[in-house]
């Protein structure tokens, strides 16, 4: 697979420790997954055609996969600078898949071979939108790294962020059918924050 792009938006608590440190509690919607085209291993036999358990099989379609997430990170910050302020700052998170579909399009033979060589089946659509959910583990666990920078704009800061995100946990339930994979992200975020001062 290869990535695909998606919605990133959520809210965030910077509780400042110190003049150049502080910790950022995050609560974020991300959208993740990739793509794929091309001949590619498929899971599930079209009906009417029968072969031996566990014979490999392969077609050539399009075939995307969306997957939504509920995330939570917690991250050290540092800053330094004066009006214009730069930060970088890294912690763990945790997610948790709220939707998981595949979207797949196109019309192939079924072939034998990862060559698309021999075929055991004439043309079949694979236009399809299916829920995944049932295949995938619920709970995501990663770490988040990254930097940016905030500049004052009115009673608050205007804030431009980039940071990545590394996935630590097999996404599969079944790794043996469905494969061994683990998110990743690349973020760019635009945002705005203001101050709150206890009474």
Avoid: C
């Amino acid at each position: 697979f290869t990535s695909r792009q998606g919605p990133f938006f959520g809210i965030f608590a910077d509780f400042a420790l110190s003049r150049n440190f502080s910790l950022v509690a995050e609560f974020n919607y991300t959208s993740q997954g990739g793509k794929r085209n091309g001949l590619q291993i498929i899971t599930s036999l079209p009906a009417g055609l029968e072969l031996p358990p566990d014979t490999a099989v392969f077609a050539d379609f399009k075939n995307e996969t969306i997957l939504d997430y509920i995330e939570l990170p917690v991250m050290g910050r540092l800053s330094f600078g004066e009006r214009l302020r730069f930060f970088v700052n890294a912690g763990p998170y945790i997610g948790y898949l709220v939707r998981a579909k595949a979207v797949t399009s196109g019309t192939s033979a079924i072939f034998l071979d990862e060559a698309g060589t021999i075929p055991v089946s004439p043309p079949v659509s694979f236009d399809a939108d299916t829920d995944v959910m049932s295949s995938l583990e619920r709970w995501n666990f990663g770490l988040a790294f990254g930097g940016g920078l905030t500049y004052p704009v009115g009673p608050g800061k205007l804030i431009l962020e980039a940071h990545f995100q590394l996935g630590l946990t097999t996404i599969q339930r079944d790794v043996a059918t469905s494969g061994n994979s683990k998110t990743g992200a690349v973020v760019i975020s635009v945002g705005y924050a203001y101050g709150l001062k206890a009474k």
